[in-house]
């Protein structure tokens, strides 16, 4: 079986600039999260989506970071313009049974 | 309201020495507890979870895990260390409430170092 799929993997780009994030979760499992993970910290969730709805969305700041999960399966998270801040790993997950599986993440340097 | 509180950002073993990584958590209703094991450059991987039952849990890789309700506790343990241990351990916690979603939320890690 086929895990979380995330690309890409690393992405080095110059504040103002926009980036998208792509996420492909595991076959069947409906409920699908972004997770941020700043250095020496834990994943704190931006959003998660029950198919192709975003049922909490309160930790995504709005004003520069967008998602969308078309079909209910692939999701894209962008940020434009991007800050020095947004510099981490953002993390995919799709849950069954309360277990959470991640994807290897996708690090981002924001110069 | 959740939280979790993991002792010691970082923690150094010898190989074939005892692991103990620690975990408080603070949870108004009973909790499910986990552990995620995070390997360089990888997203987390389940370790262990306490849902229901037995309070000491075995995982994956040797390691298991004792929840503690009267001290709030969920500390991992592995009685010898190997080198490919070394990896940073995130504990987490969500409400055991049935049925819709159940918020997960996450410590902020423990990097485990293996000395030869």
């Known amino acids: 079986e086929a895990g979380v799929v995330q690309s890409p993997r690393y992405k080095i780009i110059e504040k103002k600039q926009p980036v998208a994030f792509w996420c492909n979760p595991i076959s069947g499992h409906n409920t699908l999260y972004w997770y941020r993970q700043n250095l020496g910290q834990g994943p704190e969730l931006l959003i998660r989506y029950e198919n192709e709805e975003a049922v909490d969305d309160s930790q995504l700041p709005k004003d520069r970071f967008s998602a969308e999960r078309l079909k209910g399966v692939d999701s894209t998270l962008k940020i434009q313009p991007a800050e020095l801040g947004d510099s981490a790993v953002y993390l995919c997950?799709?849950?069954?049974?309360?277990?959470?599986?991640f994807g290897e993440g996708s690090r981002l340097t924001v110069l | 309201a959740q939280s979790v509180t993991q002792l010691g950002s970082h923690v150094s073993v010898s190989e074939g020495a005892l692991v103990l990584l620690r975990c408080n958590y603070s949870?108004?209703?009973?909790?499910?507890l986990f552990w995620y094991v995070q390997y360089p450059n990888q997203g987390l991987q389940l370790l262990l979870k306490?849902?229901?039952?037995?309070?000491l849990v075995k995982g994956i890789n040797g390691f298991e895990a004792e929840f503690k309700k009267s001290e709030t506790s969920f500390h991992l343990t592995k009685p010898s260390a190997h080198m490919s241990d070394a990896a940073e351990y995130f504990c987490?916690?969500?409400?055991?409430?049935?049925?819709?979603?159940?918020?997960?939320?996450f410590g902020t890690g423990t990097k485990l170092q293996v000395i030869p």
């Open positions: 987490a916690v969500s409400p055991s409430n049935s049925g819709g979603y159940q918020k997960v939320t």
């Open positions: 949870s108004s209703v009973p909790p499910y």
């Open positions: 997950a799709s849950s069954s049974e309360r277990e959470l599986f």
């Open positions: 306490y849902t229901t039952g037995a309070t």
